[in-house]
T-cell receptor, first 113, second 108 residues
């Protein structure tokens, strides 16, 4: 059981470049989510999904795009990276939207120059 | 004021000490989570609770829904307990709100 797998672990981008952070889980979880973690702040929700084909915005969705074509995968896309998107990103899943233990990926450290 | 407040922000202890980390919240919740983030960055779930008390090894988590307060206790602390401990609340609607975390350092 791999749990939640997140790639890449590290990425450096130039302003304006695009990239996709990958997240996959093998636990058949309905709920998946993306957070960013910045110094001095708690984790903040970017986007989330309660099942395949369903996504919704969190607290800080601007500049990010998601899709959920399968139960397993929930990629996060940065269409035109900005320095303000320099952060550590975490993907998380749980069995149901409001219940159950949270499972996190290892995190992806993104630097935008 | 943040909806989830943790105290203290930083805590240094000697090996063997009893440690308490506090979490207060100002919103209605369905459950509260305690998470641990190690220096390598990975986050693991320690507890999810909606009432009373839970225990796992040397870790104990309590919650008082009426007072909107939860505590995480570590008995007989060890240097390997050094990590950031994060409180998060389930607000319903698939949203979690996180505290800023408590950095715990346990010295041998």
């Amino acid at each position: 059981n791999a749990g939640v797998t997140q790639t890449p672990k590290f990425q450096v981008l130039k302003t304006g470049q695009s990239m996709t952070l990958q997240c996959a889980q093998d636990m058949n979880h309905e709920y998946m989510s993306w957070y960013r973690q910045d110094p001095g702040m708690g984790l903040r929700l970017i986007h989330y999904s309660v099942g395949a084909g369903i996504t919704d915005q969190g607290e800080v969705p601007n500049g990010y795009n998601v899709s959920r074509s399968t139960t397993e995968d929930f990629p996060l896309r940065l269409l035109s990276a900005a320095p303000s998107q320099t952060s550590v990103y975490f993907c998380a899943s749980r069995g149901q939207p409001n219940t159950g233990e949270l499972f996190f990926g290892e995190g992806s450290r993104l630097t935008v120059l | 004021k943040n909806e989830v407040e943790q105290s203290p922000q930083n805590l240094t202890a000697q090996e063997g000490e009893f440690i308490t980390i506090n979490c207060s919240y100002s919103v209605g919740i369905s459950a509260l989570h305690w998470l641990q983030q190690h220096p390598g960055g990975g986050i693991v779930s320690l507890f999810m609770l909606s009432s009373g008390k839970k225990k796992h090894g040397r870790l104990i988590a309590t919650i008082n829904i009426q007072e909107k307060h939860s505590s995480l206790h570590i008995t007989a602390s060890h240097p390997r307990d050094s990590a950031v401990y994060i409180c998060a609340v389930d607000r319903g609607g698939s949203r979690l709100t996180f505290g800023e975390g408590t950095q715990l350092t346990v010295n041998p």
